[in-house]
Every structure is written in structure tokens, then in C-alpha cells.
């Protein structure tokens, strides 16, 4: 069983930086962030392979937001730059049970990942 707790969320002015963070408890594999805003279906943000080597991003943030990993610290990062109002969300971070160590668009589905955490709000403001 592996626990994640995510960080960094808050306010911030359209075109501001926030930076999240994942903590996990113990080892990850494949690693993504989700985003629901209220009203809204959860959606995918960005993927990393297990071994930070693949990444891949929704196309309403590429060019935006980066996302990385530090497997030594169990950590899973978000930079969000030049944000939006329409970033405005919750955020979750989410990890697989395993990997298949191919990278692919298939890291974006919710349904690869089995550990989730309890998501941290991102609020953007006009």
C-alpha cells in the first residue's frame, strides 16, 4: 500500500507559478496528476514513466506545466506556469501498481493508476 500527499496548492493571479508536489510513502512506478474543477469530470494533466524518461501532457497545458519526479525523495512534481482561470481545480496525484515500462498515451487514463491522494486545490483568479 502506498500513500500519497500532495502540496502546493493555493491562489494566484492568471499568468502566476505554483509548484505541486506528490509525496508517496514508499516506491512508485508510472506517476500522473488529474485535475477536476467543480462541475467537471476528472482529467488527465501529465504522465511520467516510472523512470522519469517519458512524459506526456493534455494539450490544454503543454507549454505550461512540466512535470518530474525524484525517486530518491518518493516525490512527484507540477510546475504550472502562465496559469489560467480554467486551471482552476482540484489536483490529484496518482501512481500504478506497476509499469510496463513502454511509455505511451495510455499513462494519461485514470484507470492505469491504483494509489491515489486525497487531491490539493488550485485556485487561479482574473
Known amino acids: 500500500q502506498v500513500h500519497l500527499v500532495e502540496s502546493g496548492g493555493g491562489l494566484v493571479q492568471a499568468g502566476g507559478s505554483l509548484r505541486l508536489s506528490c509525496r508517496a510513502s514508499g516506491r512508485t512506478y508510472d506517476m500522473a496528476w488529474f485535475r477536476q474543477a467543480p462541475g467537471k469530470e476528472r482529467e488527465s494533466v501529465a504522465a511520467?514513466?516510472?523512470?522519469?524518461?517519458?512524459?506526456i501532457y493534455t494539450d490544454s497545458v503543454k507549454g505550461r506545466f512540466a512535470i518530474s519526479r525524484d525517486n530518491a525523495q518518493n516525490t512527484l512534481y507540477l510546475q504550472m506556469n502562465s496559469l489560467k482561470p480554467e486551471d482552476t481545480a482540484v489536483y490529484y496525484c496518482?501512481?500504478?501498481?506497476?509499469?510496463?515500462?513502454?511509455?505511451?498515451?495510455?499513462?494519461?487514463?485514470?484507470?492505469?493508476?491504483?494509489?491515489w491522494g486525497q487531491g490539493t486545490q488550485v485556485t487561479v483568479s482574473s
Open positions: 511520467v514513466q516510472w523512470n522519469g524518461a517519458y512524459t
Open positions: 496518482a501512481a500504478s501498481l506497476g509499469t510496463t515500462y513502454y511509455g505511451g498515451a495510455y499513462l494519461l487514463e485514470p484507470g492505469v493508476y491504483g494509489y
